[in-house]
C-alpha cells in the first residue's frame, strides 16, 4: 500500500477498529472484511464496477448492500456505505487491508498481556 493510500486509510480502518472493539464484534469484522476482499480480488467486475468513476454512488451502495445482504453486521454495512458517501470507494480494499492488520495487532496484544 502506497504511502499516501495507507495514510488515507489508517483513519477509517482505526475507527472501524473501535466500534468492533466496542461492541465486542472484532472477530464477525475481520471475517467481513476477509471475505468482502476475497470478493473484490474474485470478482474483476465488482472491483472495475466501484472503481469506476462513471458509476453513480447509489449504484455502487446498491450493489454493495446485495453483496453485504440483510444479514451483515449494521456497523460493517454502514462503514462500507460511508466509504461510497465519502467518495473512498477505492480505499475499500486498503482499508481491510489495514482492519486485517490491525485486528492481528490486537490480538497479539492481548496474547502478551
Do not use: C, W
Not at 19 to 47: H, K, P, R, Y
Not at 64 to 82: H, I, M, P, S, Y
Amino acid at each position: 500500500m502506497n504511502t499516501v493510500v495507507g495514510e488515507v486509510a489508517e483513519p477509517y480502518a482505526r475507527a472501524l477498529l473501535l466500534v468492533a472493539q466496542s461492541s465486542n464484534s472484532l472477530d464477525e469484522m475481520n471475517a467481513l472484511a476477509g471475505d468482502l476482499l476475497n470478493l473484490m480480488s474474485e470478482s474483476n467486475d465488482l472491483s472495475s464496477f466501484l472503481a469506476s468513476p462513471v458509476a453513480e454512488d447509489d449504484a455502487k451502495k446498491g450493489v454493495l448492500k446485495q453483496v453485504l445482504g440483510d444479514e451483515t453486521n449494521q456497523a460493517f454495512k454502514n462503514f462500507v456505505l460511508l466509504l461510497v458517501d465519502r467518495g473512498r470507494v477505492s480505499l475499500i480494499a486498503p482499508n481491510f487491508k489495514q482492519i486485517k492488520a490491525n485486528v492481528r495487532e490486537v490480538k497479539q496484544t492481548k496474547r502478551k498481556s
